[in-house]
Each structure stands twice: as C-alpha cells, then as structure tokens.
C-alpha cells in the first residue's frame, strides 16, 4: 500500500530537518509526501525531491500582541494569544488545502498543535513525530541543572510549554471551543477516540529515562540524520590550524545572552585548542571579533562535518545538536536554558556523556573546569562513543519508516 502522506510541522530548523530525511527515506519506499508550509520553505522543500503546498502567512496577531508588553504576566498573555491564534488560524485554512491535495494520511510534529484535530476533522490516519523527548513524558530537570524558578517561571512554564500530547491551560481551553463549533468533542476524549496509528520518536531508549511502562503505540527509534538534506554552508577550512577543536553552537534562537560567547572564548583562550563558534545564522560574526584568544567565529556552519572533527561540543542541549553529537561519539559540554534542553541535558548526565552547568553556574572558570574535565577523563568519551554504536546499530530512519509502514498496512487492514 502506498500512501501520500501531508506534513504538518513547526517551522525551526531542529523540527524540519528531521522530518525531511524521514520524508525522503518514505519517498525512497514509493509514498509521497507532501509539506505544507509558509511559501520561504518552498524551495527547500522542493529540492528534496518532496512535494510542496503553500500556506498564507499569518499575519493577523492580535493589536495587542505587536505592543512590548508592559509586564511579564501581559508578555505570557501574549504568547498564549499568538500560540492559539496561530493553531485556530491553520484549523480555518488546512482542511481545504489538505483535502485539495489528496493527502491520505498525517505525519504531525508533536508541537503542531491543530494536527491530531485537523485528522480528526478529515478522517484521515496520523502519526505523531517528536523530534526530541516527547512532552508527555515531562520535560523535568533536577534543581542542579534547572533552579526550579519563582512562580512566574513556573506560570510561563505551564501556559506556554504546550504539545499535541500536553495540552493545558488557555491554549487547551480555546482548541476545545473550536472542536465544540464543529461537533468534536474535548481534545483529552480524542486521544482514545481517535488516537493516532503510531507516536514515533528520534529519541533512542537507550537515551531515555528509564520506564516502568510505555503506551502501546509509542517507538522509540533513531536519530533522523540524512547529510544529503543538509546545504553546503561555506566555511573557511584553511583557517583551522591543526589544533583539537571544541565546537560551540547554542542554537539557532537569537534569545541567548551574547556575553555567554565571551565567557565560552575566555574559557578555552588558555587551553590548546581552537575553539569554532557557530552563531546559527542568527547573527553578525562582525560583532564577536574581539573574543579572548580569537576564536574562529562564523554566522552557520556545515555542523555535520564538523562534528566529525571535533574533540569536544558545546551546546545548548537542543535535541538535534545533541543527536548528531553522539552520532560522532563526542562528549559534550551542556548549557540548557529553556523548553526541553534541561530535560535533554539531564540525561546527558546521567550517562556520563556530558558535563552539565545551570544558568546560575557559568563563569569562564567553570566552563574552562568543566572542558578540562571533558579532556583529562576518557570515561566521558567512551560514555558517548557507547550511545553511538547503540544508535547506529537502530538505523533510525529504516525503524521509523518499518514502523509506518506497519502500522498503516494494520489499520489498511482493519478497515477492509
């Protein structure tokens, strides 16, 4: 059975690279798959051998939202207003676009919070993919790697941090109201009424937490990585000069505390390395010309090769940098902020692949204890070398695939 599967998912690059390498490898299988995105991702799309649908551009945010917020609490409303404008804005504009393409069949990135109701609306099967630790799983960190925060932190935590598979608060409270104006039920029945063929994750197990019990349609697989998806990003390779490399990337956010580079430079100008920053495409390398010890700073970077050559990675703790890290069987250096990064960098420490510092705890002196650390003790490397040889033996986009495949021939089957 072929399938044409239409692809819901949030913008970030941490969620659509994974999602095109698992789009090509179903290509690959004879299904075709169809992105439905804001026109600017047309063309990367397109290139992949993959299908394209355009959606408008929401631009209809609430005056207020365009206003800088005069406290935090109205900031929190802000952001609870554009998440469910935004989710109401693709439940008015997808069906007819879904339906107009033929699409069969969902894959839904777990922060794609209209999918589950938009496959409910159109009777059509889906699938849930999250490209890190789902949410439903709990996003906790131990206070040494996430302070627990005043109450405000916790307030934002909870009206913000939402998923298909954690929805709460206002965000739940407005989808419920759309579901009742077009005959659906509450968004917590839905699950059980209509629940999705499989949850499938680029998390390995091994990875996780440990678990006393799992839902029955959940999988853990692989990491998504498919360095054909990936574009050839310059990089001057003349200039490393033969040194070990420590390679920092802190994301592709612009929300990171620039002095957090400074502090990472001082730290490595006096070790023997050369240190490579990355700023995600997100700033000007213009600014950073004065860090100690003149590291090689750059806007992107072709961060797969790179982390090939690396001794040692300094990240955020977002899930795909982390993933492709022990891909390579590198040790790591984590400095999560917010979102899922404390929850990704805790496992981290308990498998002894990477030293972890809270936000409260990142001088230049410790990060500079922390890389000497990463250097002088071999059991960080083989913790992460370990992970690799489990990852690579799981052949992450072949499971995730087997287990569509699978599931969409079961319900093919249960519904002849």
Known sequence: MKAHFGVLSYKGTGHLNPLIALSRQLVARGHRVTFFQSPEFEQKILRHGLEFSAIRVHESHSSHSKLKPSSRIAAMR????????????????????????????LLIGEISLAGPTLAEMLRLPYFIVSTSIPHNFGWNAPSFIAPTGSWLDRLQKYALEVSVLRMKGPVRRRLDQYRSRVGLGPIRKAYKAFPSLAH???????????????????????????????????????????R??????LGTTRKNDPAIFHRIAEACSDLDVQLVITLGGRRDPALFVD??????????????????????????????????????????????????????????????????????????????????????????????????????????????????????????????
């Open 200 to 242: 499938i994750t680029q998390v390995p197990q091994c990875l996780d937490l440990p678990r006393a019990t799992l839902p029955v349609n959940f999988f853990y697989t692989a990491p998504f990585v498919d360095e054909n998806t990936r574009p050839s990003i310059p990089f001057p390779w003349d200039r490393l000069d033969g």
């Open 244 to 249: 070990p490399i420590i390679y920092a990337s």
């Open 291 to 416: 860090l100690p010890g003149d590291p090689l700073v750059v806007k992107d970077a072709p961060q797969l090769e790179l982390l090939k050559r690396a001794e040692i990675v300094i990240t955020h703790a977002g899930p795909n940098t982390v993933l492709e890290t022990l891909m390579q069987g590198k040790p790591m250096l984590a400095l999560p902020m917010v979102l899922d990064q404390p929850a990704v960098a805790t496992r981290l420490a308990r498998l002894n692949a990477a030293e972890v510092l809270s936000i409260p705890n990142r001088s230049s002196q410790q990060i500079r204890a922390a890389l000497v650390r990463l250097q002088s003790d071999a059991s960080y490397r083989d913790a992460a070398k370990k992970i690799q040889a489990q990852m690579q033996s799981i052949h992450g986009l072949k499971r995730a695939s087997d287990i569509i495949e699978a599931a969409l021939a079961r319900h093919s089957s249960n519904n002849t």
């Open 78 to 105: 802000n952001g609870v207003n554009r998440i469910a404008e935004d989710m109401e804005f693709f439940l008015q504009e997808l069906p007819a676009a879904i339906q107009g393409s033929g699409v069969d069949t």
